[in-house]
C-alpha cells in the first residue's frame, strides 16, 4: 500500500520538483498539490493524507502554523 502524500508551497517549481521526486518512488503517492494553507485544508477534508510536505514560509499562514490548526498533526 503506498503512503498518500498532500503538497503545501506556494512556489509551483518546489511543487513540481517534489512531485518528480515522489514519482519516483513506488511507496508514495500524492493525492493532491495546495499553493496555501486554505486549500490545503480544504483537500484535507476530502481526502485521507498519511504525510504532509509543508512548506514553512508561505504567505498568510506558515507550514508550522498550518500544522498546529490540525486537531490531531502526525509529526
Not at 9 to 22: F, G, Q, S, T, Y
Amino acid at each position: 500500500m503506498k503512503i498518500k502524500c498532500l503538497i503545501v508551497d506556494d512556489e509551483p517549481l518546489a511543487i513540481a520538483l517534489l512531485e518528480n521526486h515522489i514519482s519516483q518512488l513506488g511507496t508514495l503517492e500524492v493525492v493532491a498539490t495546495c499553493s496555501n494553507a486554505l486549500q490545503a485544508a480544504r483537500e484535507l477534508r476530502t481526502h485521507s493524507v498519511d504525510l504532509l510536505f509543508l512548506d514553512i514560509k508561505m504567505p498568510q499562514i506558515t507550514g508550522i502554523e498550518f500544522l498546529r490548526t490540525l486537531r490531531q498533526p502526525r509529526r
